[in-house]
């Protein structure tokens, strides 16, 4: 049954069928019906942003008129999220933005999130790839549905989300070589991490971040109480003398500002994970993070790694536009 929700668009506009399930296939033929027919641009432009061959959108485009998928309309329900798709990757100059519908900003993001996320890195991953990982529940999640570094000290406190066990669920899901840091992710001073990285061997395990294929990121937010905090990695008073100097959360424990800047505070000279510069060296970084608490401090992440891919959730994509 045609779904009677669809919204009118201008002459060359396009129709998307109910589907209750839908599949990767299903929606690249619609995003490229979207990039084709409602924006304008041609099959070549169209094969650039979908990184495929003009061959292959005459053949998506083909195949979404034979399947009815091409008509009058657009359903609003599949169209709403990849207008807001295009227009993050539009905001920041991001290649790919895969957003998870939701439906109340009550709910907790992190399952739609690590669902669509699980299956982008599943086709993502292949063999001889040099991966980089962090930390955080989105990415933990994901997990369920090489040579993987970590990018990140431990945390001994944390079992379910330390850095050091996501790494090597993550190398031992794909059959790879784990390179785990063996320290503390925060460090009681600048000597000490000095010493960590120039004597103990910590700094061989970065420089293998060098030339990344991909380094797979989640952001932290500061306002709430999050593991970092809760666990007493981070006090109470350095928390609230971060915010008072800027930052709204972290990435891979470097505290950064709405801005995009690294906020002057005497816990980044501590961190011991792999630095900004050299993090974005990796060819692709995929930032995958949702959730009201995190807006702040994705909005910065944006603007200071400048992630290839980002896989977040409808409601939190429209709050960082509404902040651009």
Not at 76 to 99: D, L, M, T, Y
Not at 228 to 237: C, K, T
Not at 300 to 305: A, I, N, T
Request: hydrophobic share 45%; charged share 25%; net charge neutral.
């Amino acid at each position: 049954m045609t779904d009677t929700s669809s919204i009118h668009q201008t002459d060359n506009t396009i129709i998307e069928r109910h589907n209750s399930s839908i599949d990767p296939s299903r929606k690249m033929r619609v995003r490229a019906a979207w990039l084709y027919y409602v924006e304008g641009l041609t099959q070549q432009a169209t094969a650039k942003l979908l990184k495929i061959n003009r061959v292959q959108v005459t053949r998506l485009l083909a195949e979404a008129r034979k399947r009815g998928e091409v008509d009058i309309r657009i359903n609003a329900s599949i169209s709403s999220i990849i207008e807001v798709e295009r227009a993050v990757e539009h905001a920041f100059g991001i290649a790919k933005v895969i957003i998870a519908p939701m439906a109340s900003e009550e709910l907790d993001p992190t399952k739609a999130i690590a669902s669509i996320a699980g299956q982008f890195i599943s086709n993502y991953v292949q063999s001889d790839m040099k991966i980089g990982v962090g930390w955080g529940r989105n990415l933990y999640s994901t997990l369920p549905h090489i040579r993987v570094i970590s990018l990140l000290g431990g945390i001994s406190q944390a079992k379910r989300f330390n850095p050091a066990e996501f790494a090597w669920q993550f190398t031992e899901l794909f059959n790879g070589e784990g390179y785990l840091v063996p320290a503390p992710a925060l460090v009681d001073s600048a000597e000490t991490k000095h010493a960590l990285l120039e004597h103990c061997g910590i700094n061989q395990i970065f420089e293998l971040a060098d030339d990344l294929d991909v380094a797979f990121l989640s952001a932290g937010g500061i306002e709430g109480i999050t593991t970092s905090y809760r666990l007493g990695h981070v006090s109470e008073a350095e928390r609230q003398s971060l915010i008072a100097a800027g930052a709204v959360g972290d990435l891979l424990y470097n505290f950064i500002s709405e801005d995009g800047d690294l906020v002057d505070h005497n816990v980044n000279t501590r961190v011991i994970s792999i630095g900004i510069d050299r993090l974005k060296n990796a060819k692709d970084r995929i930032l995958i993070s949702g959730g009201k608490e995190k807006v702040k401090v994705l909005l910065g992440c944006l603007r200071l790694v400048k992630p290839t891919v980002f896989i977040t959730d409808e409601i939190t994509a429209k709050a960082i536009l509404s902040l651009k």
